[in-house]
């Protein structure tokens, strides 16, 4: 699975992708979430803080709930700011 | 037409080719955004946008898809830039094109509020007082709101 970062979580972490295997137990993006934050303690509170943090999994918006078994690409970031 | 572009573009010239020859076309409608030289007291050097390459392309395609299924536009053109910009430049060109005014103005409303709240872009400022990232504006997210009201009342 390709993770993705942008703008200051790809400043914060260092980096713009990585491309991990996710345990058997990674169900979930909230589930991805917790299993990235150990990986990254940098940025493990702003992972956790609600509503910071957007995602989307294979290039759809996605919520905390969605599932990631399955995802080629799953991206985080914050709201966006384009126009 | 989708258009997402690191290059510098001429929102005229876009204008001008825009649904060119197309006699059936009564009304076009446009909106350029540009990169301003200050936030509030602070003074902006230049502005970065960052995107998301692959799903960018997917959301303004569906954001133009939207437009289309609400209004009889006869033609739609998004230019939006990516990379480093100075103040003045233009980041953003939304063009509609209509037999009569409201749809083409109402559309290019829609296509513009959406787009800010819907495409993956981040803006980086570069100010006096160091870079920053612009973080999502409250008004933004009601504007965006407004017409999903409409398309569910």
Not at chain 1, 2 to 7: C, H, L, P, T, V
């Given at each position: 699975?390709?993770?993705?970062?942008?703008?200051?979580?790809?400043?914060r972490t260092g980096l713009a992708e990585e491309e991990l295997e996710p345990p058997a137990e990674v169900h979930t993006v909230a589930d991805l979430k917790r299993w990235l934050a150990d990986r990254h303690p940098r940025f493990a509170e702003t992972l956790a803080a609600p509503g910071?943090?957007?995602?989307?999994?294979?290039?759809?918006?996605?919520?905390?709930?969605?599932?990631?078994?399955?995802?080629?690409e799953v991206a985080f970031f914050p709201p966006v700011t384009g126009g | 037409m989708i258009?997402?572009?690191?290059?510098?573009f001429d929102p005229a010239a876009e204008i001008a080719a825009f649904a060119a020859g197309r006699t059936d076309v009564g009304?076009?409608?446009?909106?350029?955004?540009?990169?301003?030289?200050?936030?509030?007291?602070?003074?902006?050097?230049?502005?970065?946008?960052e995107?998301?390459?692959?799903?960018?392309?997917?959301k303004l395609a569906e954001i133009e898809e939207e437009a289309r299924?609400?209004?009889?536009?006869?033609?739609?053109?998004v230019i939006h830039r990516y990379g480093r910009m100075e103040p003045g430049e233009p980041?953003?060109?939304?063009?509609?094109?209509?037999?009569?005014?409201?749809?083409?103005?109402?559309?290019?409303?829609?296509?513009?509020?959406?787009?800010?709240?819907?495409?993956?872009?981040?803006?980086?400022e570069e100010t006096d007082r160091g870079a920053r990232w612009v973080e999502a504006k409250a008004s933004d997210d009601a504007a965006a709101a407004r017409w999903e009201e409409r398309a569910t009342g």
């Open positions: 699975m390709k993770i993705r970062y942008f703008a200051w979580l790809r400043q910071v943090v957007r995602c989307a999994v294979d290039q759809e918006y996605a919520e905390d709930d969605t599932p990631v078994g399955g995802a080629r | 258009r997402v572009t690191g290059d510098p009304g076009i409608a446009s909106f350029v955004g540009r990169v301003r030289d200050r936030a509030g007291e602070v003074r902006i050097r230049a502005m970065t946008l995107h998301y390459p692959g799903m960018t392309e997917r299924r609400r209004w009889p536009l006869l033609d739609c053109l980041i953003v060109l939304v063009a509609t094109a209509s037999a009569h005014r409201a749809a083409a103005l109402e559309a290019c409303t829609f296509l513009i509020d959406w787009l800010k709240t819907k495409a993956p872009f981040w803006k980086l």
